[in-house]
């Protein structure tokens, strides 16, 4: 499936692909039941999700969350459901780089695993989802 | 009031020695101005053949606190006669060219405007000036609401879509009036978190100027379209808003509102908006046996998509009233009459509640709440008094009864506090006996005997952790579980994760086997997890080891049972008592069990009363007959053992027969 792929593919490149000097061994790929628990709540969600990355309605950021970038390609009636996932996804995304980061022992680099999957998770975008780039503006990809 | 007049100041410019003769006219008009009106600066020159080309620049034109600079109106074909002028096909140019023609009358003292922007699209302004007061007249037909964004204050969404027809008028002497049917409307803020969209809605307005204020009347009919107010949508459905008031330099007031939402009730309201300030200085909102299952399908349920309260059934009635101050709620009032609410997935329900609560932010308030009865995840719950202290962001309940089965729970000095969006808590309580064959069974998990009873130490609530301080003493299997250093954190989150060291003393095996179909066994065990670490309720590590308990009591296993411990390592001992003459004993007699498991990294490290050859004891024989089981796998994966006790499968335990 597309979605699992998507997020699978993010972890994998962040395990092989994975720098700097104090995260050289961090396991990216370590499984707890609290990853795996996250993992399978943002694969269901981002099922959700996908239409509204690909209407450039929501957007990722630069610090490894979600965003709502322009409300009105949501209809009306959907918006508050939209403003629901993106917080739930943000939990979700917070929780997950403190689990990664606890499991490997090491809960002092949850902000440096939160930076890299920042990166990763822009360079696995599909094409025409929107990014906030280094200085914090909206990009198409 | 409105002063107006014409003076040729310039008729000549000579050409030459021809003949003279006038070939264009300036003209200097004197400023028009009334209230909230205003044109200065007027320089128009006729040019052309006949003079008949009017160039009209106007140096500042204002409506309301709206201003144009540097507008020019051109009409090619004036007509200028007497007391009167007419252009009918002109243009303005106020940074957009619009078509227009008017036509002045000196004599009755009249101005009509008529703009017309684009195809079917009319802005008419009829005006008499003079004595006894000006009179204007705005009649718009199919006029495009986009047009008055600018006219907004930048903090207020904007429309972007939408036409309106209607009339508008004001008169000099005090009154004005409007009468309008806005269609098609779309407005929205920048963030787009406070829109609307295809909003047909009908407005009427009347005011009348009196001793220095304006004295207001409106009616609002919302009939379709929908407008997403975060965190609320809400369709239109023939909601009517009736509201009347004042409205001077300083303040809008609304005295008297009422807010009619077709099949839910009335609410009133009244509000006063400081216009300096720009916000509510005091608003009031009441409503009175509002139907709660109306409100919540036509506001709340939208609003609530993908949360817990998300899909409720709801009955009753309630009286609800609200004091805004200084831009807060200082103030609530809650009625409830016999409502009802119910999670269509069946997680909670409460039945029958009544009661009153009374809110204020800075005094003591009691409020009480009465239940008939309720549900939590299918466990039906008895009536329940709750009275209920508050005071501004703080409230208490000495005690609460909520009788469950046939058993009961109480909660002792309830007290919680929030600031800003974090609450913390804390309780002590108990648990009288609740049967447990009842319990398991309303809870659909296996059936298990025996009662359950509990002494809760100070339970508290703080910075999303909920720990336990002392021991947490359960009654169960007619045996004791303590449970020391219990915290959860993040209770409500996606990754809870649970801490605790837990001692079972005596467990009753009976009791205990029997709930699970694991074959009967009799005799009393003792257990300890120690350093148990729950995450998202898989267990993640801990410490385990269960042991006889010392004493003297009847200590017997049943063939299932000694198969289904076996499959803790493998199904040997199935096929060892098929073969031999034990097939025909049902029950075997034992002298002593133990099995230990550590677990780590998903693997559990497995141990029993004594080391065996290669192996392990896990159950000593003893008695006739008698049966002795014994492991051999010290490394097991965690999800493997849980299937294997779940599906009971493998061979590497051997039953020994003696």
Known sequence: ?141 | MLRTGIRVLAVLLSCGAAPVLAQQIHLTLDDLEAPGFSVKALKASLQGKDRRGLVLDIGTFSIGERSWRNARLLCADLRFESAQIDCAAGTIDIGEKIPLSFSYSGANNTLDVVLRPAARESWQLQARFGQPAAMFKVIVDNGRLARLASWLPATLPQPAAGTLKGVMTYSGSGTASAQLLIEELAFSDASGLHAGEKIRAGVEIRAEHKSGRWQWQSRLEWMAGGVFWQPLFVSGAGQVLNAAGVLNAQQINIERGRFVVAGAGDIDFSAAYDRAAGRVAEASIKTTDIDIAALYEKLLKPALQATVLGDLRWDGRADIALEVKDGAVAGADLVLKRVSVEDKGRRFALFGLEGSVPWQRDRLTMARIKMTGGELLRVPLGAVDLPLELRGMRLRARRLEIPVLDGRISIGDFDASGEGPEWHWRFSGNIAPISMERLTSSLGVPVMRGTLSAVIPTVSYQQSTLKVDGALLFRVFDGDITARNLALESPLGRVPRLTADVDMRNLDLDLLTRAYSFGNMTGRVDARISGLELVNWQPVQFDARIVSSAGDYPRKISQAAVQNISALGGAGAATAIQRSFLRFFEQFGYEKLGLGCKLRNNVCEMSGIEDAPQGFVIIKGGGIPAISVIGYNRQVDWRELVDRLKRITQDNVRAIVK
């Open chain 1, 1 to 141: 499936m597309k979605t699992a792929m998507w997020l699978r593919m993010g972890l994998i490149a962040l395990a092989l692909e994975f720098s700097g000097q104090a995260l050289a061994q961090a396991n990216l790929e370590i499984n707890t039941p609290a990853i795996a628990g996250l993992q399978s709540g943002m694969q269901q969600r981002h099922l959700q999700l996908a239409g509204f990355y690909a209407s450039g309605a929501v957007g990722l950021t630069r610090d490894g969350s979600i965003a709502l970038r322009d409300a009105n390609a949501v209809p009306l009636p959907q918006r508050q459901q939209v403003n629901s996932l993106i917080a739930a996804e943000n939990q979700d995304r917070a929780a997950l780089y403190r689990e990664i980061a606890r499991a490997n022992g090491k809960p002092e680099w949850e902000s440096d695993i939160r930076a890299t999957f920042a990166q990763r998770w822009i360079q696995k975008a599909q094409p025409g989802w929107y990014y906030q780039n280094a200085g914090g503006v909206w990009t198409r990809k």
